[in-house]
Structures are given as C-alpha cells and as structure tokens.
C-alpha cells in the first residue's frame, strides 16, 4: 500500500532526474565592446537586451545607470569606479553576456590592478566563451596577487586540462592541493591528469580520495572506471561505470558564492532558485520562489507544475491538486502533471483514477519512465499482468537503472508463468544490480521451479 511518502518521493524523483532547470536565453547579438587591459578608455555599451525579460532588462539598465553616475562624480576614487564596472559585469556575466562582462572586468582591473577579483572574474567569462588560453592568462594574473588562492589554481589547472596543456595543469592541481590537501575539486583534476598520462595507480589514488571527500560527486565515477581498467581489474572498472553521472566535485567559492540566478529578476531564474530549494528539501522557500516566477510569468506552467511539486512535499495535497490541475486546463497533454495527479491518488488509494491519470502521462510523453513503472505497478495490483509486463518491459528499456522495473517485472512475468522469460530477465538486473537482495532471493526461488 502506497501512501503519502511514496507519491512525495515519485513527485519530487522528477525534481532529481529530469533536465527541468530552465536558463535564461539572451540574444547573441549585440555591441560588446573587445576585452584589453591596456585601453580602459573605450566605453562599455549595452548588448540588445530585446532577448531577454523585461525584468532582467531593468536591472541591467539600471546597473549601467549607476555606473555612468559613478564615473561622471567628480572625485570618485578608482577603487569606487572599479567597483561599478565590476557590478554591472557580474550582471551581464548572469544574463549570458559574457563578452560584454569581459569588457567592465577590464576596466575594473585596469583601475585597480591590484584587486584580484577583477582577472578572477575574466578568467571565467573567458571560460564561458571557450577561450582557455585567455582564461588560463587571467587566472596566472589573479594568482600573482593572491599566489595560494585555491579557486583560482583549480580554476587554472581546468583551464590548461582543456587546453591539453598536461604538465601545466598538474603544477596548478599540485599547488592547489599544497593549499587545500583536501580539496575533491584539485584531486579530481589530478586524478584526470594522471589518467591522461596513463598513470593509472596514481589516478586511481586521487579520484578515490576525492569520491571519498565528495561521494555526490558521480562526475568522478568515469575517469575512475577508466583508470581501473588500465589497471585491469574489469570488475571495478564496471562497478564505477554503472554509477557515472555527471555532478562535479563542490568548489566552495567565495567570489562566486552568490548564485548568478540569484542576481536575475525573471521567471527562469525564480524557478531556478525553487528548484533548487526543493532538491535541499526546503519546501517553504521553494514555493516562495515560485510564487515570485508567477507573479511575473502567471501562465508558466513549468512554475506552475513546480509549485504544486512543493506543496505536495510540503504537506498541502490539496493545494497541490488544485496547482496541477490547472496546469493540465493550460496544457492537457503535460505528463508531469499527470504523473503527479496519479501519485496523489495512489496515496488516496484509488487506483483506478491513478491508473487513468498514469495512462495519460504515458500518452503525453511516452519517454518517462516514472510513469511507466507506477502504471505497471498498479496494473499488476488491479490483476492486469500482461499489461504490467508490457510497461516494465518499457520502463527498462527507457532508464535501465529503473530497479523497481526489473523487480516489479520479474514479479509480474512469474505471476503469468512466463518463467524462462522470467529468469532471463532476473540475469539481466543481476548484472546491473548484483547486491539487489529482492533480486537474488526471486532468482534462487525460480531456479528450484
């Protein structure tokens, strides 16, 4: 019997594991003004701002308002027009135009030379705009004021990786890890330089370290898996393979601890911001932020599903229904909402409408998986056998992690006898879920048969 935790955690896994964070899209065009140190006399112009949200637009005007007023104050000290220049390029830098923040930063670091921050921040422009040797030569800068920074020596040893410039980036890990011995972010990279190198002990040594210090961290998962198979052992190398993803190690950053969603007034970055709030469980300031995407974006039914994904998790069911619902009158085919309409009901306990609104998810969008495996569920339940099997045998082939699918159809493929089909399928999850106990115990049950 499934109740209320249940449908919370089948709501909130879209939270996890679909590409539901939105960004903000500015025009490419504009008149940025090109990046030199040397000639801080060439003014900054505002990109075409027409791409973007009005909201995000007033902000920007604004921050070129403030600066145009700082420099025309007669006795405005560098150090406080460096500053104006650097707001409006962390603005810019937020809003994707990234040229045009590289420009401010050159004016801010042609003021005060001295201010790290400013070289900092261009080498992460430079980054964005896929120039590694600008960046690399921006963070060398930053680092001959500041030499032990750590952020800006793993940000320089990523730089001169992707440049393929090895021995440099392994000074830059090395150095950084003299600072920070504990830093997963350096050890991650020491661990690719030494697996670039074929130095496959010593990759193994740094990547398990930094899995160790970051275990969230399933970026690392890969390069480990490949460094265990230069090393030969097979097993493993397969075990890390199956968990790889794609978060990277935590880079605790002071410079760049504020959230660039957090600068943008926009719908996008509200929802960005609640989505994150609701992954930490923080469901009330999840919902806050939604509100605030729809106050300005009111028929957003991205926002709006999200919003309705927080109240569930909150405890408000009903105002989680009501949320849903209207997302389906603005979109009558948005699975989400489906899905999520089916989970409440599942946790009421009517499985009939759970099965309809799963049905509907499914003709929505055929390729979530989520909603495959809580429709066979409940089929399976109501007596519908063939028709379960028929949509874990979906799910699986969509997201082969779904492990309640490979349980769930092993299940349902015995109760219709199909068993020489059932152990062939128990074999395939044993291989991808070989410490599964549910698995090993239906698997020695169907070999006595």
Same mark, same amino acid.
């Given at each position: 019997?499934?109740?209320?935790?249940?449908?919370?955690?089948?709501?909130?896994?879209?939270?996890?594991?679909?590409?539901?964070?939105?960004?903000?899209?500015?025009?490419?065009?504009?008149?940025?003004?090109?990046?030199?140190?040397?000639?801080?006399?060439?003014?900054?112009?505002?990109?075409?701002?027409?791409?973007?949200?009005?909201?995000?637009?007033?902000?920007?005007?604004?921050?070129?308002?403030?600066?145009? +007023?700082? /420099?025309? $104050?007669?006795? %405005?000290?560098? &150090?406080?027009?460096? #500053?104006?220049?650097?707001? *409006?390029?962390?603005?810019?830098?937020?809003?994707?135009?990234?040229?045009?923040?590289?420009?401010?930063?050159?004016?801010?670091?042609?003021?005060?030379?001295?201010?790290?921050?400013?070289?900092?921040?261009?080498?992460?422009?430079?980054?964005?705009?896929?120039?590694?040797?600008?960046?690399?030569?921006?963070?060398?800068?930053?680092?001959?004021?500041?030499?032990?920074?750590?952020?800006?020596?793993?940000?320089?040893?990523?730089?001169?990786?992707?440049?393929?410039?090895?021995?440099?980036?392994?000074?830059?890990?090395?150095?950084?890890?003299?600072?920070?011995?504990?830093?997963?972010?350096?050890?991650?990279?020491?661990?690719?330089?030494?697996?670039?190198?074929?130095?496959?002990?010593?990759?193994? +040594?740094? /990547?398990? $370290?930094?899995? %160790?210090?970051? &275990?969230?961290?399933? #970026?690392?998962?890969?390069? *480990?898996?490949?460094?265990?198979r230069g090393l030969g052992d097979t097993a493993q190398s397969e075990n890390h393979l199956r968990q790889r993803g794609s978060n990277y190690p935590v880079l605790r950053d002071p410079l760049m601890e504020v959230d660039e969603d957090a600068m943008l007034h926009s719908a996008v970055s509200f929802e960005n911001r609640g989505m994150a709030a609701l992954r930490a469980a923080e469901f009330d300031l999840a919902i806050a932020e939604f509100?605030?995407?729809?106050?300005?974006?009111?028929?957003?039914?991205?926002?709006?599903?999200?919003?309705?994904?927080?109240?569930?998790?909150?405890?408000?069911?009903?105002?989680?229904?009501?949320?849903?619902?209207?997302?389906?009158?603005?979109?009558?085919?948005?699975?989400?909402?489906?899905?999520?309409?089916?989970?409440?009901?599942?946790?009421?306990?009517?499985?009939?409408?759970?099965?309809?609104?799963?049905?509907?998810?499914?003709?929505?969008?055929?390729?979530?998986?989520?909603?495959?495996?809580?429709?066979?569920?409940?089929?399976?339940?109501?007596?519908?056998?063939?028709?379960?099997?028929?949509?874990?045998?979906?799910?699986?082939?969509?997201?082969?992690?779904?492990?309640?699918?490979?349980?769930?159809?092993?299940?349902?493929?015995?109760?219709?006898?199909?068993?020489?089909?059932?152990?062939?399928?128990?074999?395939?999850?044993?291989?991808?879920?070989?410490?599964?106990?549910?698995?090993?115990?239906?698997?020695?049950?169907?070999?006595?048969?």
């Amino acid at each position: 019997m499934r109740g209320r935790p249940l449908a919370t955690m089948a709501i909130l896994t879209l939270a996890t594991t679909s590409a539901c964070t939105r960004t903000n899209s500015p025009s490419p065009t504009g008149h940025a003004v090109e990046r030199s140190v040397q000639n801080s006399a060439a003014p900054v112009v505002l990109p075409d701002l027409s791409g973007i949200a009005e909201s995000v637009q007033r902000q920007i005007r604004e921050r070129d308002g403030a600066l145009k +007023q700082t /420099l025309q $104050r007669s006795g %405005a000290t560098a &150090a406080e027009q460096a #500053a104006a220049y650097g707001a *409006l390029g962390r603005l810019l830098m937020a809003a994707g135009f990234s040229k045009d923040a590289a420009a401010c930063f050159s004016h801010a670091e042609a003021l005060v030379p001295e201010d790290m921050r400013w070289p900092y921040y261009s080498g992460h422009v430079s980054l964005r705009l896929g120039d590694r040797a600008d960046a690399a030569a921006a963070f060398e800068r930053a680092l001959k004021i500041r030499p032990s920074d750590p952020m800006s020596l793993v940000w320089l040893g990523e730089a001169y990786l992707d440049d393929d410039r090895l021995d440099l980036a392994q000074s830059a890990f090395q150095r950084a890890l003299r600072v920070q011995p504990s830093s997963a972010p350096a050890l991650f990279g020491a661990g690719r330089i030494a697996l670039a190198k074929r130095e496959y002990a010593e990759a193994v +040594q740094h /990547l398990e $370290r930094a899995l %160790a210090i970051d &275990a969230r961290a399933s #970026a690392i998962q890969y390069p *480990l898996a490949m460094a265990y198979r230069g090393l030969g052992d097979t097993a493993q190398s397969e075990n890390h393979l199956r968990q790889r993803g794609s978060n990277y190690p935590v880079l605790r950053d002071p410079l760049m601890e504020v959230d660039e969603d957090a600068m943008l007034h926009s719908a996008v970055s509200f929802e960005n911001r609640g989505m994150a709030a609701l992954r930490a469980a923080e469901f009330d300031l999840a919902i806050a932020e939604f509100i605030k995407g729809l106050q300005l974006a009111p028929d957003d039914t991205s926002l709006r599903y999200w919003l309705g994904a927080a109240r569930y998790a909150s405890g408000d069911a009903e105002g989680a229904f009501r949320e849903f619902s209207a997302v389906l009158r603005r979109e009558p085919d948005h699975a989400k909402a489906h899905f999520s309409i089916g989970a409440i009901y599942d946790a009421k306990q009517q499985r009939g409408k759970a099965i309809e609104e799963y049905q509907a998810a499914v003709r929505g969008d055929p390729t979530l998986p989520e909603a495959r495996v809580r429709l066979a569920e409940d089929l399976r339940s109501s007596g519908q056998l063939a028709a379960s099997v028929e949509q874990y045998e979906a799910a699986v082939k969509l997201d082969p992690s779904q492990v309640d699918a490979w349980i769930g159809g092993a299940h349902a493929l015995v109760d219709v006898k199909r068993n020489d089909q059932a152990r062939d399928w128990l074999a395939r999850a044993r291989t991808l879920f070989p410490n599964r106990a549910e698995l090993a115990v239906l698997q020695a049950s169907l070999n006595k048969k």
